[in-house]
């Protein structure tokens, strides 16, 4: 009898120590996951830190290109305007020439209107810069949402 309850207890010990086993392996395998978790969080994180600074530094880009696009078709529309004061000067001239001076103002002034149609094909140029680089623009802002 007696070792009949000594192998009952052997065996009861032998299922304490197979359940603590079973435990200490269960705790192992969650810190395994909790750790794994918290590295793929820290992952996941970084990586949606740099997609928005990603984002960021195109708007900006964009923004700067939209901004350059601007200053230059600004600068075209000056060159126009002044193109225009030049002929108006000259067609003034023309008007207060003489016969003798008429056709080398009139050779000044085709020159001039010569100019004037190449500074507005550059607005039409610049502006049509400026239209691409916005829509760019906008293509990236709706990408950045």
């Given at each position: 009898m007696e070792d009949?309850?000594?192998?009952?207890q052997d065996l009861k010990e032998a299922q304490r120590e197979?359940?603590?086993e079973i435990t200490d392996a269960k705790n192992e395998r969650d810190?395994?996951?909790a750790e794994a978790k918290t590295e793929g969080d820290e992952l996941?994180?970084?990586e949606k830190k740099e997609l928005e600074e990603t984002k960021r530094e195109a708007l900006k880009d964009a923004q700067a290109e939209v901004n350059e696009r601007q200053e230059e078709l600004t600068a075209q529309q000056k060159?126009?305007?002044e193109a225009?004061?030049?002929?108006?000067e000259i067609e003034t001239r023309l008007k207060n020439a003489t016969?003798?001076?008429r056709k080398g103002v009139q050779e000044e002034l085709n020159e001039a209107n010569e100019g004037l149609r190449e500074e507005e094909q550059d607005v039409a140029e610049a502006q049509k810069a400026l239209d691409?680089?916005?829509s760019d623009l906008k293509k990236v802002e709706t990408a950045a949402r």
């Open positions: 009949t309850q000594e192998e009952q197979g359940d603590r810190e395994e996951i996941v994180n970084e060159d126009v305007t225009k004061a030049k002929t108006a016969d003798d001076d691409k680089q916005e």
